[in-house]
């Protein structure tokens, strides 16, 4: 085990690395020859420790004009714009800058001592979240999958932010026990029947608050890249004009849950079950201008985190 100095060079190395090399975490782990989750563990000490301090200054006249504009367009309870100096053509900067903002917000609805029990969707704003969460420590939080997950492996899987999520704060993680979509309805209906799956979804309609980020659906985007659709319900969502989903569920331009088969074959936390909870969805990029507009137009999200290029776009396509 490394004490003292050592141990802080190596985090200070570690940190370097993601931080100024700009790094992923893997390619870390790869150079320094630790896994990827004392990695994660390591830039979470920097930060805890004071090695590394991330300052983001969201609060600008142009950005807070931009969040009223949207809270009172959708009637929403909190909208936080985060600056963008200039957009980048992978989104990268925007999800970091929005993810950021997601951790702040977990870290002050996840302090105290009553035991809350939090819904996580999935999405790499998401897991820029769980990235940037550090000083939140509380072994009464419990994370819950509100949908299925992924056939590979995925840092922005539900599952995958959720255990480290419950890694981080001391908390706990409960998974949901399916694939994020079925073969079929029916396929669905058997999967929904298992006692294990039954038993999560019920913590997961009584959580008091949800996390979700929202899915393009379009050529190019994660949803159709990931290998998760056949050919013939990608066509039903083109066919369709869906735009865009928001844990497992997909929308139409208008904010209209859509009449396809594929909302039935999706084991996941429905937006008409989510009455009770406060629900923040976090987006990235101008290209989720639809897709988010979509969502938001549904009616069932009480809190907006998103970036300054999204908010203009979503403004002027209203």
């Not at 004392?38 to 830039?43: A, E, G, I, P, S």
């Not at 976090?282 to 969502?295: D, E, R, S």
């Amino acid at each position: 085990m490394l004490t003292g100095k050592r141990q802080d060079d190596e985090i200070v190395q570690a940190a370097w690395l993601y931080y100024v090399g700009n790094l992923s975490q893997q390619q870390v782990s790869d150079r320094l020859g630790i896994s990827r989750f004392k990695v994660n563990r390591m830039l979470a000490d920097a930060r805890e420790q004071g090695l590394v301090r991330i300052s983001l200054e969201h609060r600008t006249s142009e950005t807070l004009l931009l969040a009223d504009r949207l809270a009172e367009a959708f009637g929403l309870a909190e909208v936080q714009v985060a600056p963008v100096p200039a957009p980048t053509a992978d989104h990268d900067y925007e999800r970091t800058a929005v993810g950021i903002l997601a951790a702040t917000y977990l870290a002050r609805i996840g302090s105290g001592d009553k035991p809350r029990v939090i819904g996580v969707g999935w999405g790499r704003t998401l897991s820029a979240m769980a990235d940037n969460l550090s000083g939140l420590v509380n072994r009464n939080l419990t994370f819950v999958s509100l949908m299925g997950s992924v056939t590979h492996a995925s840092r922005t899987a539900p599952g995958d932010v959720c255990i480290r999520l419950a890694s981080q704060t001391g908390g706990r993680a409960m998974l949901l026990p399916a694939p994020f979509v079925a073969d079929s309805e029916e396929a669905c209906v058997t999967i929904l029947e298992q006692r294990l799956v039954r038993e999560t979804l019920t913590v997961a309609r009584n959580a008091s608050h949800a996390l979700m980020s929202v899915g393009e659906c379009r050529d190019g985007a994660i949803l159709f890249e990931a290998g998760l659709f056949s050919p013939a319900q990608i066509a039903e969502l083109r066919r369709n004009s869906v735009v865009g989903d928001c844990c497992g569920v997909f929308f139409t331009a208008d904010g209209a849950v859509a009449d396809i088969p594929l909302n039935r074959c999706t084991p996941c936390v429905k937006p008409s079950e989510m009455g009770e909870m406060d629900v923040l969805i976090t987006a990235a990029g101008a290209t989720k201008a639809a897709a988010t507009l979509a969502v938001l137009r549904a009616g069932f999200v009480n809190r907006l985190l998103i970036d300054e290029t999204l908010a203009r776009a979503i403004l002027e396509e209203m």
